[in-house]
């Protein structure tokens, strides 16, 4: 089983969803955020990120992987990160 990575955040109205979700994943992997790779963008569309968890409602979550971990975004503000490295 992996181990998690939590942070909570006020919500995402303010328009740094995409912000946030970076530096709790660069905690997690105790990575300065500008070393991460690769970047996020590559992997999805943070504009429609930011845009779903603009007017996201606490029912909302998104999940992703991003290299070997799951990231799952909350709509009440909760960002996890789960390492996966371990696993098979």
Known sequence: MGSDYRSQTD???DGNAVHRILATISEAVNTDVVELRPSLANKLDTDALEQLLHSADETVRVTFQYQQRVVE?????????????GEE
């Open 11 to 13: 919500g995402f109205e």
């Open 73 to 85: 975004i909350r709509g009440d503000g909760v960002i996890v990160v789960t390492d996966r490295s």
